[in-house]
């Protein structure tokens, strides 16, 4: 960065009311909220209003500064919160080489953001920070500690009363990796005990959807009882709780009394929607109910995509929808797998399929398509107004609802029987190409199968009313 643009960056910062506080407020976080920056100002007196205007200052200089922003404006990605998410504020380059001239001793370093997960990590750190300095509460944030046993590194440090504490906001653990769970829990024992007597808690602060929390705790349990079996009891306690418990709670202590001993987990979830007399594992503290038929990784996995669908932007949405699809599919539909050698009826697939539907993001267009499904089936419409019917329903209710319309790239038609091609049937050709990507085949079969289904298997899927005998 250039001197000549650091300097003249000084002396407007300099002539802007509140702006080097809210910039030195980032700290070595890198970034700020307008309730953190308030409490580090520390005058009551002073509004969120006026923090807001001067922090957009800091995002958007006036057109006479003709140089790069000392702040960037983002959202995290929180789950379990209603509402829009408050705006962060990330100190670019210019603003830490700025805040830097205005530091004595310590230097602080550009804030590398790797993706969303770690954008929200942060986020969480600095709100349980923010939460914890309301009742004047020293906690210090990405501190490190060290002893000749072992270095460790807590998100946030605390000792209150005679307890130390320190939280780790975790978001996402796979089986695969549990051992980055095994090696946190063997380093925290090497250093407390290299420490002496004092009393240590470990708090897990989780930021998942509720549906994946039963086995987000299980992966922790696991890796607990295998550090357990080697070292013998630890000289800490965990606990965990939610971000949503933590940063909604009304005081910080109470959130930390509230939260829960990891081995001491309990957890309720809803059954989701199953065939009649089906057998389903039933769902206990830690599971979720799914079909003997159905993984856990693959219901996990499908549980990601459809999030992933749910919450794409429309110019994402295609490629969320053929992720989803693909799991869907190949639930039933793999090499060599009886559907398809032997017409065995795809239940893996409808399952997913169904869940799908049922989710209460998707109620609107599976109410409907069962409208528009029972009365094709009461009128039995030609097989030319069976096809425009189909095919409207499908780009107007289902592609629709995730922000899709016609004359792109994709193409979506539905296909009645030709009765002089034996071959033939019921079936959605789809297409998805461009100048810059042809669709792969195993793409296009899912997606195929996908809008098929809806009308070959609706009854199955609950889209259409059985007829009264």
């Known amino acids: 960065m250039e001197d000549k643009t650091i300097q003249e960056r000084i002396l407007a910062i300099q002539k802007k009311k509140h702006a080097l506080e809210i910039l030195k407020s980032t700290g070595k976080n890198g970034m700020t909220t307008l309730g953190y920056a308030w409490l580090q100002i ?20 006036p057109q006479d500064l003709t140089m790069p922003a000392l702040l960037e404006r983002h959202q995290p990605k929180l789950f379990g919160f209603n509402g829009r998410p408050e705006n962060i504020y990330l100190r670019t380059e210019l603003g830490t080489s700025v805040l830097n001239e205005f530091l004595n001793e310590e230097i602080v370093s550009t804030p590398q953001i790797r993706d969303q997960w770690d954008l929200t990590h942060r986020y969480i750190i600095l709100k349980v920070a923010e939460l914890a300095k309301k009742e004047e509460q020293d906690i210090q944030i990405e501190y490190t500690l060290k002893n ?10 605390a000792e209150i009363n005679t307890v130390k504490i320190a939280l780790e906001v975790e ?15 063997k380093n925290w024992a090497s250093y407390i005990q290299a420490e002496g007597t004092d009393f240590w808690r470990i708090y897990l602060v989780l930021n998942v959807r509720t549906r994946t929390l039963p086995t987000i705790i299980r992966y922790w349990q696991e890796a607990l009882d295998e550090i357990r079996r080697e070292l013998g009891e630890l000289p800490y306690d965990i606990y965990y709780l939610s971000a949503k418990e933590l940063l909604d709670a009304p005081a910080f202590i109470d959130a930390l009394q509230n939260a829960r001993l990891l081995k001491d987990f309990e957890f309720k979830e809803e059954r989701p929607t199953v065939f009649p007399g089906e057998e389903v594992r039933e769902a206990d503290d830690e599971k979720p109910a799914y079909p003997d038929y159905i993984s856990e990784d693959l219901y996990l996995r499908f549980q990601n995509a459809l999030d992933t669908l749910l919450d794409a932007p429309p110019e994402k949405a295609l490629e969320a929808l053929s992720e989803l699809a693909k799991l869907i599919y190949y639930a039933s539909y793999y090499p ?14 409808i399952w997913l399929m169904r869940l799908y539907l049922d989710h209460p993001r998707m109620a609107e267009v599976q109410k409907e398509l069962a409208t528009a499904l029972t009365r094709i089936q009461k009128r039995n419409p030609g097989m030319i107004m069976l096809r425009e019917t189909v095919t409207s329903l499908l780009w107007d209710v289902l592609l629709f609802h995730h922000g899709m319309g016609r004359g792109g790239i994709l193409r979506v038609v539905f296909q009645v029987p030709d009765f002089q091609d034996r071959t033939s049937d019921f079936q959605v050709d789809v297409r998805v190409d461009n100048d810059l990507r042809a669709a792969r085949t195993n793409e296009v079969e899912a997606l195929n199968w996908f809008f098929t289904s809806i009308y070959l298997y609706r009854r199955h899927l609950g889209l259409i ?3 009264k005998k």
């Not at 978001?171 to 829990?185: C, D, I, S, T, Y």
């Open 465 to 467: 009313e059985e007829k």
């Open 42 to 61: 520390g005058k009551p007196q002073l509004s969120l209003q006026a923090i807001r205007k001067t922090a957009d200052w800091l995002v958007a200089p």
């Open 336 to 349: 060599n797998s009886p559907s398809l050698k032997a017409a065995v009826f795809p239940r893996a697939s």
């Open 148 to 157: 000749a046993a072992q270095e460790v590194r807590a998100d946030l440090y």
């Open 171 to 185: 978001q996402k653990l796979l089986r695969r990796n549990l051992g980055r769970a095994r090696n946190k829990f």
